[in-house]
């Protein structure tokens, strides 16, 4: 997370620990909730026997870390 949040903030230096939820946590857990309704920290048992398809954003923002250009 943290190597992800200072990318998308051109290389700033990020202090580990993390105290907090980063820049990049919030968009993957805003755009998630905005595909599938639930909020990453409150899947349950049920939701994990699910196949869920990653939509393009989500998927480059998850694997990428920022929505590629075309």
């Given at each position: 997370m943290a190597i992800r949040d200072s990318e998308?903030?051109?290389?700033v230096k990020i202090d580990l620990p993390l105290k907090g939820i980063t820049t990049y946590e919030k968009i993957i857990h805003e755009e998630f909730a905005k595909v599938y309704g639930l909020d990453l920290l409150e899947l349950y048992p049920q939701h994990l026997k699910v196949k869920y398809t990653l939509p393009k954003r989500l998927g480059e923002l998850m694997y990428y870390g920022r929505v590629l250009q075309q």
């Amino acid at each position: 997370m943290a190597i992800r949040d200072s990318e998308m903030r051109n290389g700033v230096k990020i202090d580990l620990p993390l105290k907090g939820i980063t820049t990049y946590e919030k968009i993957i857990h805003e755009e998630f909730a905005k595909v599938y309704g639930l909020d990453l920290l409150e899947l349950y048992p049920q939701h994990l026997k699910v196949k869920y398809t990653l939509p393009k954003r989500l998927g480059e923002l998850m694997y990428y870390g920022r929505v590629l250009q075309q």
